[in-house]
Every structure is written in C-alpha cells, then in structure tokens.
T-cell receptor
Framework: AQSVTQLDSHVSVSEGTPVLLRCNYS??????LFWYVQHPNKGLQLLLK??????LVKGINGFEAEFKKSETSFHLTKPSAHMSDAAEYFC???????????FGRGTSLIVHP | GAVVSQHPSWVICKSGTSVKIECRSL??????MFWYRQFPKQSLMLMAT?????????EQGVEKDKFLINHASLTLSTLTVTSAHPEDSSFYIC????????????FGPGTRLTVL
C-alpha cells in the first residue's frame, strides 16, 4: 500500500524568501514521486518527478526536490518565491507496476509582497 | 508536448439531466486515462481508471451506473454523469498516461459542473 502525507496545509512566505513544502510517503515498492501545481480553477501542471535516477530532481520554474529514502521524504524547495508561485501544490506517489497514483491533501502556498 | 484538453470547461445543468465531459490527449496517444473529482479546497479523488478498448475500473464507492466512462480511442475518453443531482456538482479533472512504460500523467484543465 502507498500513502502520501503533506505535512502543512498552508505555507506562507514573503516574496523573495525560500520555499519549503514538505512531503512524506509510504510505499511497499520502489516508488515514483511527483509534485504538481494547481492554480485556481485550473488543471494540474507537472513540476517535477523522481523515478529512481538522481535523488535531487530539478523541475520547472526554479523548483527542485530531493528524494531521501532514509527519511521517506520528497520535499519541494525553491530558493526565492515569486508572487506567481501562489497556488496549491500536490505531492503524488505511484508504485512501479500499478501506476495508480495517490495524492497528498495539498499544500496551499501563499506569497506575500 | 503532452497536452490534454477537456470540454466543456464549465457546464450548468438541471437536476435529472445527463452531462458528458470529454477528455482528449492532443499530441500523444494515451493507453490509460484517469478521472478525478475535486471538492473545494480538497485534494483530487480518483474515480476511475480507463483503458482504451476495455471497461473502466472504478474506485470503491464510485457508482459505475452514475458515472459512465467510455474510452473509445487512444486519444479520447468521456465521462457521462447520468441523472445529475446537486450533490454531483464538482470540479472534474482527467489525466492521461502516454504509455505503459511511464507513470507520468498529464492533466486536463478540468470541468466545473454545477447542477441546479
């Protein structure tokens, strides 16, 4: 069985400061991990994914995430927040073979000017 | 590349009517498509997995007679909400998986359904 826990329902940062969105996962097998972003009333856009290659994954818009197997974590970071980063972020896990995704509850990123 | 469209983007209908939502992969063939439902301020709830040419696999608690899914081609899946009621009002999102070797999904923009 697989599960995802996004530790924060809301994260509030000031523009120009670093962003950290936390995600822990549980998976019986070798997982694939994803971060998606959703702007209001829009679909989801893939930010980045981990599929057992490099543990530090770089994505679009300056985001990156590090896969830490020992901590079962896949936290999303960005060095400097922009106002346009304000959105809902979802961490997703799927197990190789089944490919059925499990979504975290989402983290709302709020960026203050 | 990897663009998924949904039509319509929003729809308002009367209680008791049926509504069809289309999901298309525009620049790739999708062996698998997924249908999700999202309530306000909540995460996505997987409703069903749709494979081209075969019956959809529904998640527990999702009524297959209520939410009819047809994956008629490698680029088109449809979700029909039959005899819609106000509690069916929601944001419906589809996603498509290009092939069996990847578990990356590409999402459509969503369809806002309001049942009066």
């Amino acid at each position: 069985a697989q599960s995802v826990t996004q530790l924060d329902s809301h994260v509030s940062v000031s523009e120009g400061t670093p962003v950290l969105l936390r995600c822990n996962y549980s998976s019986s097998y070798s997982p694939s991990l994803f971060w998606y972003v959703q702007h209001p009333n829009k679909g989801l856009q893939l930010l980045l994914k981990y599929t057992s290659a490099a543990t530090l994954v770089k994505g679009i818009n300056g985001f990156e995430a590090e896969f830490k197997k020992s901590e079962t974590s896949f936290h999303l970071t960005k060095p400097s927040a922009h106002m346009s980063d304000a959105a809902e972020y979802f961490c997703v896990v799927s197990e190789k073979g089944s490919y059925i995704p499990t979504f975290g509850r989402g983290t709302s990123l709020i960026v203050h000017p | 590349g990897a663009v998924v469209s949904q039509h319509p983007s929003w729809v308002i209908c009367k209680s008791g009517t049926s509504v069809k939502i289309e999901c298309r992969s525009l620049d790739f063939q999708a062996t698998t498509m997924f249908w999700y439902r999202q309530f306000p301020k909540q995460s996505l709830m997987l409703m069903a997995t749709s494979n081209e040419g075969s019956k959809a696999t529904y998640e527990q608690g999702v009524e297959k007679d209520k939410f009819l899914i047809n994956h008629a081609s490698l680029t088109l899946s449809t979700l029909t909400v039959t005899s819609a009621h106000p509690e069916d009002s929601s944001f419906y999102i589809c996603s498509a998986r290009p092939d069996l070797s990847t578990d990356t999904q590409y999402f459509g923009p969503g369809t806002r359904l309001t049942v009066l």
